[in-house]
């Protein structure tokens, strides 16, 4: 699962929870690998990203790689700025491991790189 | 094949690529051809080259009833126009083509030697040449019993053609990672060109399964997301759809079916999630929402729930508690399926997934709909005599209100309610029939006997 998957998921479709919003990251194993660099996409995700968010993400694993903790100014044209948003965006990818709901503690499994978001009956 | 999708997918293209195509005459919607005109050779490269429903594109020369009437008309097209491409240092070849009917290699060439006429000068090639240029005969579209002389003949230089060779790459016979419902890339791509898929689009599939329609929306330049409720389907540790193939590969997967096409990099994640509880925050926007939602015959319309009361699930058997699933009706599923796409669609992104219907019950206000959504475009796959499917696509045409995100729309005819009454019935009526003739044997058996 890529950081900017995470940046976009909250668990506030369960019964108990409110906001739900940012999920916990354990990760067991992470991978990185090199994707393709687009800096138009890249400059178009930054804004709809939560970008305090997608730091701390970073950081807990161990993936920041020099990442500023404040968008830059005129960031459409930083392709310094661009290349390491990419990196943490796309080329982080938690392969086990968990999410973890913040408000109930609850544990959502990675195996594969594929989170297991199903809701038990009694969460619904 | 597909003839009622071609009108849709053109007006999508026209306005994806902001094409300016007029029909010469009115179109005729039964056959084949189209004549058409476009602003620029540019323009026409530009759209034909990413349609389906176009096998290719001539510059037409001359048309006419018939042979006679074409060369008089070749002869007399502007030689300035026909001039750039017969310079001594082009290659050339000459096609002919007759479409529903068929001809001897013998008539072929006798025909092809009746345009020695024009001022060709460069060498023949019949592998890439430079210039192709093509003979058309149309004898109606009845293969069986076509007529002894063409209706319309066309001659003309070729410019460019359709999908048909990625569609061929594309097969789901050669594809990694395939499930029993995985969609033809011929209409994936369609689907894909009903959504408008452009560069850095970011694209969800639902319903992903095994991610064909997110393979389709990556190649038309799209960051795909998918999500599916089954978690045996996207591990890929369902039963194998080929009759062949006894297990799975350890490395099917819908990024593996990425991977083949070199399109991992347009792939961002797939999670397995029950649609009726998605996960995504409420700001998320998508550009388009492709998608095959299940019907309930071939897969399951599920999501988790119980009918027991106060259930819950004990500490200990929590992280191994696999969660039960209950109905999830047709309407309920497109219910969603429209509020979500209300919610999470950008202004003007579109949402295009397949409906299924009882052909003699098919009326349009039976189809899902939402004050937020229009309806764009409307197209029949037949599937049974009584069954068919309709490739719908809407566009998102203004953000919801509070209540307009909780509507329900009960009027939605239920696909699945249907169809499994009226195979209980023929199935009752079946054995009815069969315990008749029984009986009427025993009888007839019986009296026999007695004689």
Known sequence: MKLLTHNMLTSKCMKAVTVGYPLGINASDVRVSEVDFNPDFIAKIIPKVDWAVLWNAAESIGQLEGLPKDIVENYENDHDFLKKAHHVLLEVDIINGELICPETGRKFPISNGIPNLLLNEDEV | EHIEFRFAEMESLVSLLNVDMKHVGEPDSTAPYWIVEFASESDLKRLVSRSVSVRSCIELWAHAKDMGSLHQKLQNF??????????????????????????TQKEKINKLESFSYLPVQGPVRLKDPNVCLQYIEYYGTRANDPPELPYDVFF????????????????????????????????????????KVKNGDLVLDPFVGS?????????????????????????????????????????????????QYNLEHKYLDVLINDFASPFWRDCVEFDSIITDPPYGIREATERVGTSKENYTVSEKHLSTHIPAKIEYGISNIYNDLLTFSVKHLRLGGRLVCWFPVFREDYQESGLPSHPCLKLVANSEQVLTKITSRRLLTFEKIRHPSVTELHLNESQITDFREKYF?????????????????RKENWMKAKQEGND
């Open chain 2, 78 to 103: 502007p030689k300035h126009l026909m001039e750039p491409y017969f310079q001594p240092n082009l290659s050339f070849k000459i096609e002919v083509e007759t479409f529903c009917r068929h001809i």
């Open chain 2, 156 to 195: 003309g230089r070729w410019v460019a053609s359709g999908l048909r060779q990625l569609i061929r790459k594309l097969s789901l016979k050669t594809r990694k990672f395939i499930g029993n419902t995985s969609m033809d890339p011929q209409l994936s791509l369609l689907m894909a060109n009903q959504a």
């Open chain 2, 211 to 259: 991610g064909s329609l997110l393979v389709a929306a990556a190649e038309f330049g799209g960051f795909v997301f998918g999500s599916d409720i089954d978690y045996l389907m996207l591990h890929a540790r369902t039963r194998p759809s080929r009759i062949k193939q006894k297990e799975r590969d350890a490395d099917e997967s819908i990024k593996a079916n990425m991977k």
């Open chain 2, 421 to 437: 009454v009226a195979r209980e019935e023929t199935r009752k009526e079946r054995r009815m029939r069969e315990a008749r003739i």
